[in-house]
T-cell receptor, first 108, second 113 residues
């Protein structure tokens, strides 16, 4: 099972771009990379998913280099409401392992 | 709106009692999951089910039991054998194929004293 490594915490200010990098050296050929966001006392919420190169949706972008051993979640112009824990997961639907995630704090 | 409903949001029990947490989904998803989350920690997989009447143990299944009699329901029983049952319990579902993302409920916070 692919294990992921993320920074434990990050700080940012409103209006800045935030990039959270996840390392997954043992990613398998068929594995996708998925990011979730979790607010206190709520279930995680799907943000974005990708396999290679770049994926963008209305809330974030995901950058995946050619070797797929890492990925970077990019949050443009964060606001206070983006303060949350962000999880990077690698794998299929039946072998998803959640690490401790990255605790992002956005300051005014 | 489609989604996952977990009830109740807060649950209190005395030590030694079994307790069942409810999880219902109307997303027509095949797969359902139970996770446990302790303060400041990530999620750990307790059980998952890919189809009705079938389920598999996750990483921390000891002291828990589940059933999957209906596609939309996946109740979790926390038994008295679970040594540290106080935690935040999250139910999720997915289409159960390939890279299908998980959809989570809003959790049940169980406190056992």
């Amino acid at each position: 099972l692919a294990k992921t490594t993320q920074p434990i915490s990050m700080d940012s200010y409103e209006g800045q771009e935030v990039n959270i990098t996840c390392s997954h050296n043992n990613i398998a050929t068929n594995d996708y990379i998925t990011w979730y966001q979790q607010f206190p006392s709520q279930g995680p919420r799907f943000i974005i998913q990708g396999y290679k190169t770049k994926v963008t949706n209305e809330v974030a972008s995901l950058f995946i280099p050619a070797d797929r051993k890492s990925s970077t979640l990019s949050l443009p112009r964060v606001s206070l409401s983006d303060t949350a824990v962000y999880y990077c997961l690698v794998g299929g639907y039946n072998k998803l392992i959640f690490g401790a995630g990255t605790r992002l704090a956005v300051h005014p | 709106d489609g989604g996952i409903t977990q009830s109740p949001k807060y649950l209190f029990r005395k030590e030694g009692q079994n307790v069942t947490l409810s999880c219902e989904q109307n997303l027509n998803h095949d797969a359902m999951y139970w996770y446990r989350q302790d303060p400041g920690q990530g999620l750990r997989l307790i059980y998952y089910s890919q189809i009705v009447n079938d389920f598999q143990k996750g990483d921390i299944a000891e002291g828990y039991s589940v059933s999957r009699e209906k596609k939309e329901s996946f109740p979790l029983t926390v038994t008295s054998a679970q040594k540290n049952p106080t935690a935040f319990y999250l139910c999720a579902s997915s289409r159960g194929q390939g890279n299908s993302p998980l959809h989570f409920g809003n959790g049940t916070r169980l406190t056992v004293t």
